[in-house]
């Protein structure tokens, strides 16, 4: 009578890729650039140098301009209020900033309620953030935060985390490469979903919280009142307070927390403020 073997099924799961995935992360952590930001004194490792963030944000700004050739404001009270912040802005960033910015502008013509600071110093404005700023102290909340994602390096950092990330998880992916496939498919799902929702989504906030606290500084630094910053953002929540995500789901703080965030850094900004009237020359 024959002997029947009976075959033993292959583990669906293997460790060695992960395994192999996170010692390249911990080579990248080991060997990663880090910096530490001027302002706040918080180090972070970041995926690029300086000179290749501001290659970048050239090619990027090259693009937008191309792209919006058509609506860019070249003269005018607009474009001119505008550089006047930037410019005041520019120098309070100075006085501590490790890395020179060539800062540029330009103003687009849109409704959009909206401005970015692109790596390297490239600032694009829509005019339509301009009625809700209303004063150039409410455009300085806009632009210092913006200009402060720049300066602390936010994308060199987010490159890095994003790079990590996706080792991890692609060696997660590998690892699991003989398991049934929608069983594969409903894993990967949840590690995806974790990773969003419980690094991605809060390191992004809390970038975001960086730039607000550095941007309130330096409105401050260039003396503009830093109480204005609570003021647009509470015209901002009242604007699109209603149809913003909940907080848990989103890259950015709310305007709640943004506004309570706000009034515990200003001690330290009306310092700022303070200094800034006794070293600006009598009118």
Known sequence: MPIKLERKHACPFT??????????????????????????????????????????????????????????VLTGPEIDLVKRVTNKLAKAAAQKA????????????????NAFCLPGGKIVVYTGIIPVARNEAGLATVLGHEMAHATSRHGAERLFRSEITKTILGGAQQSLAQMDPNQRQTIMGALGAGAKYGATL???????????????????????????????????????????????MSDHPSHGTRISQLKAWMPEAEKEFTQYHSRAPAA
């Open 15 to 72: 460790l060695v890729p992960l395994l192999i995935a996170l010692g390249f992360v911990l080579f990248k952590l080991y060997t990663a650039s880090k910096v530490t930001n001027p302002e706040t004194g918080r180090t972070a490792r970041v995926g690029l140098n300086p000179e290749q963030e501001q290659k970048l944000g050239l090619e990027a700004y090259a693009q937008v301009k191309k792209d919006e050739a058509a609506k860019i």
């Open 202 to 248: 809060p390191f992004s906030r809390e970038q975001e919280s960086e730039a607000d606290h550095i941007g309130l500084l330096y409105m401050a630094r260039a003396g503009y009142d830093p109480k204005e910053a609570i003021d647009f953002w509470h015209r901002m929540d009242e604007l699109l307070g209603k149809g913003s995500p909940s907080e848990f």
């Open 98 to 113: 490790t890395v020179n910015y060539n800062w540029e502008i330009s103003v687009i013509q849109s409704h959009e309620k």
